[in-house]
């Protein structure tokens, strides 16, 4: 019988499948979806929905596989609607699609502050018959962003922290049903968490599914009135449930299993099932408790800031470093400052006293930072504050001020306009600047951390070996693909070690299939880019035959002089004195570059930009709205950027020598990751998997 109340959201599965890895269900599904079967077994569960309630659809966009799994899209209820904020950049790109179709609805939207995690109704559930939401947290979204859930929908909210990866989301393993009852996988919570769950339903409102119905995601179950949908239930699970007076419908979803989803994931509920209308609640004050804490001493050789992490983690807490400082020498202590969260006073008094047995104790959230004039143009004052890549807070006038144009080893400066600050480098400092000193009154957001023992993921911090080249590129290929079908911005960074391998034919067939759109590099990979054009060579050396030619280290001189000659890379394009290459590309499809030079370089090209200030501006201006860096073979250029490159935007380091990728890593960023590999090579799988080798014959 149809319920006309019951509204809920879904979205076709065209684009579905396994591209990347994101939890352990993944793991090895890459490619594995049969299409027909997902497609087939999703209108399945559309017509049983369809049947029950009303069913909405909203369009899928191309390249987001998981765009079908609309349960994390966010939360709504009545017309209130909060959008995800996904802590896995490979799903980000979908919440824009959401909230499109939401607005077009009338739909309020409510945002949670960027420095959280949430991923909608897949960690949110509402207690059906009552105002109180359960949330999960620990894995994929933030303690912290049930305070804001708390604030929006007026209403109790209990945290749950998740402690299995497999039950990455709360709607994997718990399922709150009428009548105050609940079907849940009790392992998959931590102790504190199961004791609230049992608590609050008395025992025989209580269904424990056992390890087997539990990993056939039965608890990713949607109700439609007094009906069960889910993708399994054993024969003893079934009767307990119509013990409850429910219908249970199974149905196989096992395609969309292999990418962690089942039912529940594949629906957003439109229509909550509350009783006191949000607009006649009275605001409820969240129980969430945060302090901020520091700790001094040889906190990395002792292993004394792992064992604190432990032992927020451990006491059901969560927490975000926001200032480290390490010890240059073995004499010499370090410092991290953090804040320490917990769902609760109690447990947050249990986390403050585990870190105090670690040397922790507890800073003055509330100082004003504080700040001292420049002494002269482009100088900074003694004890100036040094930025890091992540986004920072400073304490003025009263309130937390976020700063703009964050970059790292930059000073922040308040002002002009009042609770203002900005991140500015030493040389454009002019005298008077009032300039932030100390580190009082600073909080630095870096991403939360939780402690897994996840042994892989894409666009990860670290170094990646050979034998992980092979995945990181296709998963790489991806990426790209997606990010220009949304018109994103894909930055390359490269030296002439890219045109020295044989990579430059690749690079070029890139640019000319719009997955570049900015270049950024010294004088010397346009100028054997251009020699191998011309003459056949790099470095003298004939690229076919791989010996040396006679008198050829001129070529590259040769080159230079054709380019000045003819006036500029652009017009000898125009004039047909160049006709192939990566510069030619750039010029034939309207490519920006960027070519900053050094105290080697010959010639230099027309467009090389000998000052160094200038250079750097002109980078720092390409990188902006940036999704993509990849940096291939240039240690200077791609350090250079790194540094001036805020956190969030994803940097893929690729070098022949170790230490390369690995400086690269150590400036902190998370979405960095390296690959120790011949470029050459790299570049060559890379085109394999965009299928540009099936453009061009000389690819093949």
Not at 104 to 113: L, M, R, T, V, W
Not at 353 to 379: I, Q
Not at 653 to 661: F, L
Not at 686 to 695: E, F, K, S, T, Y
Request: net charge negative.
């Amino acid at each position: 019988m149809k319920n006309s109340s019951a509204s809920l959201l879904m979205c076709p599965p065209t684009y579905f499948d396994v591209q990347y890895v994101i939890n352990p269900w993944m793991e090895g599904n890459i490619g594995k979806v049969l299409q027909p079967r997902a497609h087939k077994q999703w209108d399945n569960l559309v017509r049983i929905l369809s049947d029950r309630c009303d069913v909405r659809i909203v369009e899928p966009a191309a390249g987001q596989p998981d765009m079908c799994f609309v349960a994390n899209a966010g939360l709504k209820l009545e017309n209130l609607f909060v959008p995800s904020l996904f802590r896995v950049p490979q799903r980000a790109p979908e919440v824009p699609e959401y909230v499109k179709w939401i607005k077009a609805q009338g739909i309020d939207i409510a945002d949670i502050p960027d420095d959280c995690t949430f991923e909608g109704e897949g960690d949110a559930l509402f207690q059906p018959g009552e105002d109180i939401l359960w949330a999960g947290y620990g894995v994929r979204s933030s303690l912290t962003s049930h305070k804001y859930l708390t604030e929006f929908f007026r209403c109790p909210v209990h945290s749950l922290r998740l402690v299995d990866e497999r039950f990455y989301h709360l709607d994997t393993c718990f399922v709150p049903l009428p009548g105050r009852r609940v079907m849940y996988y009790p392992a998959a919570f931590d102790k504190r968490s199961r004791d609230l769950v049992r608590d609050h339903y008395d025992r025989p409102n209580r269904i424990e599914v056992d390890d087997e119905d539990a990993q056939r995601f039965c608890c990713n179950a949607v109700r439609v009135g007094d009906a069960l949908i889910a993708n399994h239930a054993s024969e003893a699970l079934r009767r307990k449930l119509e013990d409850w007076d429910l219908e249970v419908i199974t149905t196989d979803l096992s395609e969309f299993i292999l990418a962690g989803g089942a039912a529940k994931c594949l629906c957003l509920l439109l229509e909550q099932d509350t009783r006191i209308p949000l607009s006649e609640r009275e605001p409820v004050e969240s129980p969430i408790c945060s302090e901020r804490l520091q700790l001094t001493g040889h906190l990395l050789d002792s292993g004394i800031l792992n064992r604190a992490m432990d032992a927020v983690t451990g006491a059901g807490g969560s927490f975000r470093v926001e200032q480290f400082r390490a010890g240059l020498r073995h004499d010499q202590t370090s410092l991290c400052r953090l804040r320490a969260s917990a769902p609760d006073r109690e447990s947050l008094q249990r986390v403050v006293r585990e870190l105090e047995g670690h040397g922790a104790v507890a800073v003055n959230s509330t100082v004003e930072a504080a700040h001292k004039p420049a002494p002269a143009n482009g100088v900074a004052p003694e004890g100036f504050y040094s930025t890091t890549i992540y986004p920072t807070d400073v304490f003025i006038d009263g309130q937390w001020t976020r700063a703009e144009k964050q970059r790292m080893d930059a000073v922040l400066v308040v002002g002009p306009s009042p609770r203002s600050v900005r991140c500015e480098l030493i040389r454009n400092l002019r005298s008077g600047d009032p300039v932030v000193c100390g580190v009082e009154g600073i909080a630095v957001n870096t991403p939360e951390t939780a402690r897994t023992e996840e042994a892989f993921a894409f666009m990860s911090a670290g170094v990646s070996s050979e034998r992980r080249v092979e995945r990181i590129v296709e998963e790489l290929a991806w990426e790209m693909k997606r990010i220009r079908s949304r018109g994103g911005r894909i930055i390359v960074v490269a030296g002439p070690v890219v045109i020295h391998t044989g990579g430059g034919e690749y690079l070029a067939e890139m640019i000319r299939n719009g997955y570049v759109q900015a270049l950024l590099t010294g004088n010397a990979l346009p100028t054997h880019d251009i020699e191998l054009n011309m003459f056949g060579t790099s470095l003298g050396v004939d690229m076919k035959r791989g010996t040396g030619v006679p008198l050829g280290h001129q070529y590259h001189l040769r080159a230079i002089n054709r380019i000045r000659a003819a006036g500029s890379i652009a017009a000898a394009v125009e004039q047909g004195v160049l006709t192939g290459g990566v510069m030619y590309e750039c010029i034939r499809n309207n490519v920006e570059f960027t070519a900053v030079g050094s105290i080697r370089d010959d010639g230099p090209l027309p467009e090389t930009i000998m000052d160094l200030c200038e250079g750097q501006a002109a980078y720092a201006r390409a990188i902006e709205g940036a999704d993509v860096i990849l940096m291939l073979s240039s240690m200077l250029h791609a350090i250079g950027v790194g540094n001036m490159t805020p956190a969030g935007v994803h940097l893929i380091c690729v070098d022949i020598n170790p230490a390369v990728v690995t400086k690269l890593a150590d400036r902190g960023s998370v979405e960095s990751t390296g690959i120790v590999t011949d470029v050459g090579l790299f570049l060559n799988l890379l085109a394999h998997h965009l299928g540009l080798d099936r453009n061009r014959n000389s690819l093949e």
